[in-house]
């Protein structure tokens, strides 16, 4: 599980509860249970998402939010850049097709291909394409996900101020003793408690780490695609090593075993 997603709405409803309990002249949670407000917000929150979405990227809300919530175990990318200075040590010396052995322990798919199109002689071009293709089909994947929360963090406190402005028609309308205003409005008020807690604190947050989480694996593919190019056309271990470090932060540099110095390392 992502403790830090489920840690942070947790902690949120626990303050707001913790306010309203504390709150002068509290009556707990009545002025909040206003069914009404709640089915104006949700379901019309769901059913704007209905009309923006096919169907089939709907339906994939459930597994989407899975994976909000649950932590994804990331490739380790000084390893990969660890594995790729050995692989040129290795073709440099015993040549492509040597790298046979190696596809067998890689657990990353990605890498996996990406060598085994090394392997197979196909040119950089080829390569280059494929690989990058599926970076895009990804990406793209990932985008509808992170839109998909983006517009639940919109749509709700959009119906939130709608369901608020309809219960005040209603209330305006109907109601026939001014002491009755007060608490009338405070029911119609909840919708716009609704639609804003559940936009600010759930739905817009988990789009934001959504997007976080496509970035960081986003960026080992692109590790990846530079090492499998940088493999290809045969470059010196430590010049591949520079090159892929390049997209580490200095801390991590700093835990890459260096490429050996030895003759025809350097160029």
């Avoid at 989407?64 to 850049?81: A, F, W, Y």
């Avoid at 657990?107 to 002689?121: A, C, E, I, P, T």
Wanted: hydrophobic share 45%.
């Amino acid at each position: 599980m992502d403790l830090a997603t489920i840690f942070g709405i947790g902690v949120g409803l626990a303050l707001v509860i913790i306010s309203v309990l504390l709150a002068e002249g509290a009556k707990g949670f009545l002025p909040f249970l206003n069914y009404e407000a709640f089915f104006i917000v949700m379901g019309g929150t769901f059913c704007a998402l209905l009309v923006n979405y096919p169907i089939r990227e709907v339906m994939k809300l459930a597994k989407v939010t899975k994976k909000v919530l649950t932590t994804t175990e990331q490739d380790d990318t000084t390893e990969i850049i660890t594995t790729f200075v050995e692989l040129s040590k290795k073709a440099r010396t015993e040549g492509f097709l040597s790298l046979e052995n190696n596809l067998k322990t890689m657990k990353n798919d990605f890498l996996k291909r990406g060598v085994q199109m090394v392997v197979d002689g196909l040119d950089k071009e080829f390569i280059a394409n494929m690989m990058e293709t599926e970076l895009g089909l990804i990406r793209e994947r990932h985008k509808v996900g992170q839109e998909i929360f983006t517009a639940l963090g919109t749509y709700s406190p959009a119906f939130g101020i709608i369901g608020t402005v309809l219960g005040m028609i209603m209330m305006l309308n109907s109601i026939s003793d001014v002491q009755e205003v007060p608490r009338r409005m405070a029911l119609a008020l909840a919708a716009a408690f609704y639609g804003l807690g559940s936009g600010y604190l759930i739905f817009l947050p988990m789009s934001g780490k959504l997007r976080r989480k496509s970035d960081d694996e986003l960026l080992v593919k692109e590790i990846i695609i530079r090492g499998v190019l940088l493999l290809q056309s045969g470059a010196v271990p430590s010049r591949i090593e520079d090159n892929l470090k390049a997209y580490l932060e200095p801390a991590q540099r700093a835990l890459i075993k260096g490429a050996a110095t030895t003759p025809g390392n350097r160029a």
